[in-house]
Nanobody, 115 residues
Protein backbone atom coordinates (compact mmCIF):
# COMPACT_ATOMS: atom_id res chain seq x y z
CA UNK A 1 0.00 0.00 0.00
CA UNK A 2 1.43 3.32 -1.06
CA UNK A 3 1.35 5.90 1.69
CA UNK A 4 2.30 9.52 2.23
CA UNK A 5 2.92 10.47 5.85
CA UNK A 6 3.25 14.09 6.85
CA UNK A 7 5.00 15.35 9.97
CA UNK A 8 6.52 18.50 11.37
CA UNK A 9 3.44 20.55 12.14
CA UNK A 10 2.91 22.31 15.43
CA UNK A 11 2.29 25.59 17.19
CA UNK A 12 4.56 28.49 16.31
CA UNK A 13 4.49 32.23 16.86
CA UNK A 14 4.09 34.62 13.97
CA UNK A 15 7.42 35.19 12.29
CA UNK A 16 8.65 31.72 13.19
CA UNK A 17 9.57 28.77 11.00
CA UNK A 18 8.59 25.15 10.56
CA UNK A 19 9.70 22.42 8.21
CA UNK A 20 7.12 19.91 7.12
CA UNK A 21 8.11 16.47 5.90
CA UNK A 22 6.24 13.98 3.76
CA UNK A 23 7.66 10.48 3.81
CA UNK A 24 6.71 8.12 1.00
CA UNK A 25 6.36 4.36 1.45
CA UNK A 26 7.79 3.71 -2.01
CA UNK A 27 10.61 5.26 -4.00
CA UNK A 28 9.84 8.92 -4.39
CA UNK A 29 10.93 8.62 -8.02
CA UNK A 30 7.70 6.71 -8.68
CA UNK A 31 5.49 9.54 -7.41
CA UNK A 32 5.05 12.37 -9.86
CA UNK A 33 4.32 16.05 -9.55
CA UNK A 34 4.31 16.23 -5.80
CA UNK A 35 2.93 19.13 -3.87
CA UNK A 36 1.66 20.59 -0.65
CA UNK A 37 -1.91 21.68 -0.04
CA UNK A 38 -3.51 23.26 2.98
CA UNK A 39 -7.00 23.50 4.38
CA UNK A 40 -7.92 26.15 6.90
CA UNK A 41 -10.96 25.65 9.15
CA UNK A 42 -14.15 26.09 7.18
CA UNK A 43 -12.34 26.55 3.89
CA UNK A 44 -11.53 24.43 0.88
CA UNK A 45 -8.24 22.67 0.37
CA UNK A 46 -5.90 24.82 -1.69
CA UNK A 47 -2.60 24.20 -3.45
CA UNK A 48 0.37 25.83 -1.74
CA UNK A 49 3.41 24.58 -3.61
CA UNK A 50 4.27 22.15 -6.42
CA UNK A 51 7.51 20.39 -7.30
CA UNK A 52 7.35 18.91 -10.77
CA UNK A 53 9.35 16.03 -12.15
CA UNK A 54 11.58 18.43 -14.07
CA UNK A 55 12.49 20.20 -10.84
CA UNK A 56 10.45 23.31 -11.49
CA UNK A 57 8.42 24.75 -8.67
CA UNK A 58 5.29 26.85 -8.28
CA UNK A 59 3.92 28.64 -5.26
CA UNK A 60 0.66 30.33 -4.44
CA UNK A 61 1.24 34.07 -4.36
CA UNK A 62 0.67 34.37 -0.62
CA UNK A 63 3.66 32.15 0.25
CA UNK A 64 6.17 33.21 -2.40
CA UNK A 65 9.46 34.20 -0.83
CA UNK A 66 8.52 32.54 2.46
CA UNK A 67 7.98 28.85 1.64
CA UNK A 68 10.31 26.47 -0.19
CA UNK A 69 9.39 23.04 -1.51
CA UNK A 70 12.14 20.47 -1.95
CA UNK A 71 12.80 16.77 -1.80
CA UNK A 72 15.48 14.34 -0.69
CA UNK A 73 15.46 11.39 -3.06
CA UNK A 74 17.70 9.29 -0.84
CA UNK A 75 15.27 9.68 2.06
CA UNK A 76 12.12 9.42 -0.08
CA UNK A 77 10.89 12.59 1.54
CA UNK A 78 9.27 15.79 0.34
CA UNK A 79 9.72 18.94 2.40
CA UNK A 80 8.09 22.31 2.85
CA UNK A 81 10.24 24.88 4.59
CA UNK A 82 8.02 27.62 5.95
CA UNK A 83 9.55 30.86 7.15
CA UNK A 84 8.07 34.15 8.34
CA UNK A 85 4.87 32.37 9.25
CA UNK A 86 1.67 34.35 9.59
CA UNK A 87 -1.55 33.57 11.45
CA UNK A 88 -3.27 33.15 8.08
CA UNK A 89 -0.96 30.21 7.37
CA UNK A 90 -2.80 28.25 10.05
CA UNK A 91 -4.20 25.11 8.42
CA UNK A 92 -3.85 21.39 8.05
CA UNK A 93 -1.13 20.78 5.49
CA UNK A 94 -1.38 17.81 3.15
CA UNK A 95 1.17 16.14 0.92
CA UNK A 96 0.02 15.07 -2.53
CA UNK A 97 1.41 13.19 -5.49
CA UNK A 98 0.45 11.18 -8.51
CA UNK A 99 1.16 7.43 -8.60
CA UNK A 100 0.18 5.56 -11.75
CA UNK A 101 -2.64 8.01 -12.37
CA UNK A 102 -3.95 7.92 -8.81
CA UNK A 103 -3.87 10.99 -6.60
CA UNK A 104 -2.26 10.14 -3.28
CA UNK A 105 -2.96 12.10 -0.12
CA UNK A 106 -1.50 11.96 3.34
CA UNK A 107 -3.58 12.46 6.47
CA UNK A 108 -2.18 15.92 7.05
CA UNK A 109 -0.29 17.76 9.74
CA UNK A 110 -1.67 20.73 11.64
CA UNK A 111 0.16 24.04 11.61
CA UNK A 112 -1.03 26.70 14.02
CA UNK A 113 0.49 30.17 13.92
CA UNK A 114 -0.28 32.42 16.87
CA UNK A 115 -0.24 36.20 16.64
Amino acid sequence: QVQLVESGGGLVQAGGSLRLSCATSISIYRIRDMGWYRQAPGKQRDLVATLRDDGSTDYVESVKGRFTISRDNAKNTLYLQMNSLKPEDTAVYYCNGDFLGLKLWGKGTLVTVSS
